[in-house]
């Protein structure tokens, strides 16, 4: 497969057409930002541990029945995937209080949640990513009522399969995010699940091994993402 002409890059990933048409080449970068690009540096290694990850993650997923951009991994920082017609929203999933949840409703960080929390958020870095309630993403005209259901049933499902998935390798999913697109009138998740994009808590010691290191200042943070990397092929193994 040939890396074809630059198309998009995001905080990071750098994404190519190929010489297939309908395949794109997704480059996973070393470069980190938090806080809506407030901060920014780098994490060495990240490309490579969250491009392997993400084909761990979305092979496992594929296994379990949920539809998937990806096609095959191409080199260690390259992932092949399907064109996707992408909603322009982030899908967050969350199972234990943290983050954003507990600066908004007050939430004690750890608390386990009664039942998972889909939330929507528009995904528009120059307004921030704002929270959206459904009757939102219909004036916005981002997904029909039909598609939203299909999304958060398919984000549940996805919740599932992962918790049950991370946590045999002694990992707690305290939280996620994903998107997703549409290929043929089906929902397909898109983009990665590494620690970019999900929360991971040591099993036993609660340890964050995952971007709060970095946004956090907390030190470690290669370590961490290597730490994740290393369990997931462990129980691949
Ligand atoms: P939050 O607590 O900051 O809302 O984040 C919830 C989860 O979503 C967390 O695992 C990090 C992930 N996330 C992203 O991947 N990208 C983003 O832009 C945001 C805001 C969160």
Request: proline letters at 2%.
């Amino acid at each position: 497969m040939q890396k074809g002409e630059f198309l998009y890059e995001g905080k990071a990933k750098r994404i190519y057409a190929t010489d297939e048409a309908g395949v794109f080449w997704m480059e996973f970068k070393d470069d980190a930002t938090a806080g809506n690009g407030q901060k920014r540096g780098t994490i060495g290694g990240k490309g490579r541990i969250n491009a392997e990850i993400t084909q761990h993650v979305f092979e496992r997923l594929a296994r379990g029945g949920v539809r998937t951009h990806l096609l095959r991994q191409e080199s260690p920082t390259v992932l092949l995937v399907r064109k996707l017609d992408m909603f322009k929203l982030e899908v967050v999933v969350r199972n234990i209080a943290a983050g954003s949840l507990v600066k908004r409703i007050g939430l004690k960080e750890g608390i386990d949640l009664p039942q998972p929390i889909v939330e929507l958020y528009l995904k528009d870095d120059a307004l921030g990513d704002p929270l959206l309630n459904d009757d939102h993403v219909i004036a916005l005209g981002l997904a029909t009522e039909r598609e939203m259901v299909e999304i958060k049933a398919a984000a549940r499902k996805i919740n599932d399969l992962l918790r049950a998935y991370f946590r045999t390798a002694g990992l707690l999913l305290v939280d996620f995010k994903l998107e997703f697109g549409k290929e043929d009138g089906q929902i397909v998740l898109g983009d990665e699940v590494t620690p970019d994009t999900c929360r991971f808590w040591d099993e036993k010691t609660r340890e964050k091994l995952d971007k709060d290191r970095f946004r956090q200042d907390l030190g470690g943070v290669e370590e961490a993402y290597q730490e994740v990397l290393r369990r997931v092929v462990a129980q691949n193994a």
